[in-house]
C-alpha cells in the first residue's frame, strides 16, 4: 500500500472539523396561537441565513374511503392522526444536508395534493412547526430549541372560526363542533402536557417583539458559534449564561 500523507492529513482534518449540522426549531402551541405568524417572523429578521419551515401539517395521514365518508367524526388533533415516521424521515434526512420533498397538505379536501411536493433545500436553520411538534420524544430530540407559543384559548378559537370559514372551507357550526368534541380535548390531553418540554414560552405570539427579538439573537449567537468552530477546530467556544 502507498503511503499517502497528504491525503491522511486531509483526512483527519476533515474528522477533526465539527460536522456543520443545521440548528433545529421546534415551534409548538395550540391551534392558531400564532406557531407560522411567529416563525415568519423569525424567518424574516433571519434573512441572511438559510431557514427552512417544515409544517407538522404537511404529514397528516390520507383518510380510509370509510373515514372520509364520515369526516365529521374524524379526531384531527389526536398524535395518531399524524404519519410520524414519515416526518421523522424526512428531518433526518433534512438534518443531514440532503434536500427532500415535503408533501403539500390540502385542508378543504381532507387529503395531501398527489401531485405536488414542496421541495426544501439544505439550509442552516430548520424549523419545524406543528400542534403536537413536542408529543413523541424521537421528534423532540431533533431540536436543539424549543419554543411554545402560549395565546388564550378564546383568541384562538376566534382566530380558528374566521381562519376555517374563510381559508379552509368550513362553516361555523362545523368549526364550532370540530373544536368542542376534538380540539379542545386534545388541547388539554396532548398538547398542554407538552409545554413542560418547551426551552421558552413566547406570550401572545406574534404580538411578543421582545420575545422574538431574543430569540432571533440567540439563533444568531449559536449559528456564529458554528462558524467559528469551522475557521478555528480546536477552539472551543465557552457558552456564557445571561439572567435577564
Ligand atoms: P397557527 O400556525 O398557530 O395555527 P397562525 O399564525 O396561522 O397560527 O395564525 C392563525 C390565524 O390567526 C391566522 O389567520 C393569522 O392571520 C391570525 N393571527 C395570528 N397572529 C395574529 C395576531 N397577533 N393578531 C391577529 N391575528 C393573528
Ligand atoms: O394550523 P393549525 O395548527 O391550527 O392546524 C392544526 C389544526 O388543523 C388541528 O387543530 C386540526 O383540528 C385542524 N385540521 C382540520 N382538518 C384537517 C386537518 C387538520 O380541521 N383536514
Redesign the pocket.
Known amino acids: 500500500a502507498y503511503f499517502t500523507p497528504f491525503a491522511d492529513a486531509a483526512a483527519a482534518a476533515a474528522a477533526a472539523e465539527p460536522l456543520k449540522q443545521p440548528f433545529v426549531i421546534g415551534v409548538s402551541?395550540?391551534?392558531?396561537?400564532?406557531?407560522?405568524?411567529?416563525?415568519?417572523m423569525i424567518i424574516q429578521q433571519l434573512h441572511d441565513h438559510r431557514v427552512v419551515l417544515v409544517n407538522q401539517d404537511s404529514f397528516y395521514r390520507g383518510l380510509t374511503a370509510e373515514e372520509s365518508e364520515r369526516v365529521n367524526d374524524y379526531n384531527f388533533d389526536h398524535p395518531d392522526a399524524f404519519d410520524t415516521e414519515q416526518l421523522l424521515i424526512c428531518m433526518g434526512e433534512l438534518k443531514s444536508g440532503q434536500s427532500v420533498n415535503i408533501p403539500i397538505y390540502d385542508f378543504k379536501n381532507h387529503r395531501r395534493c398527489s401531485e405536488s411536493f414542496r421541495k426544501v433545500n439544505a439550509s442552516d436553520v430548520i424549523i419545524l412547526?406543528g400542534?403536537l411538534v413536542f408529543h413523541d420524544q424521537r421528534v423532540r430530540s431533533l431540536m436543539d430549541m424549543k419554543i411554545f407559543?402560549d395565546t388564550d384559548a378564546d383568541v384562538r378559537l376566534a382566530?380558528?372560526i374566521?381562519?376555517d370559514t374563510v381559508?379552509r372551507g368550513r362553516d361555523v357550526n362545523s368549526v364550532l363542533e370540530q373544536y368542542g368534541r376534538f380540539v379542545k380535548p386534545a388541547f388539554d390531553d396532548f398538547v398542554l402536557p407538552s409545554k413542560k418540554y418547551a426551552d421558552v414560552i413566547i406570550p401572545?405570539?406574534?404580538?411578543n417583539h421582545v420575545a422574538i427579538d431574543l430569540i432571533v439573537q440567540h439563533i444568531r449567537t449559536k449559528l456564529g458559534q458554528h462558524d467559528l468552530c469551522k475557521i478555528f477546530p480546536n477552539v472551543y467556544v465557552i457558552q456564557s449564561t445571561f439572567q435577564i
Not at 392558531?32 to 411567529?38: E, F, H, M, N, R
Not at 401572545?204 to 404580538?207: L, V
Open positions: 402551541g395550540g391551534t392558531a396561537s400564532g406557531k407560522t405568524t411567529v416563525c415568519d412547526e400542534i407559543v382566530r380558528r374566521r381562519r381559508e401572545r405570539g406574534g404580538d
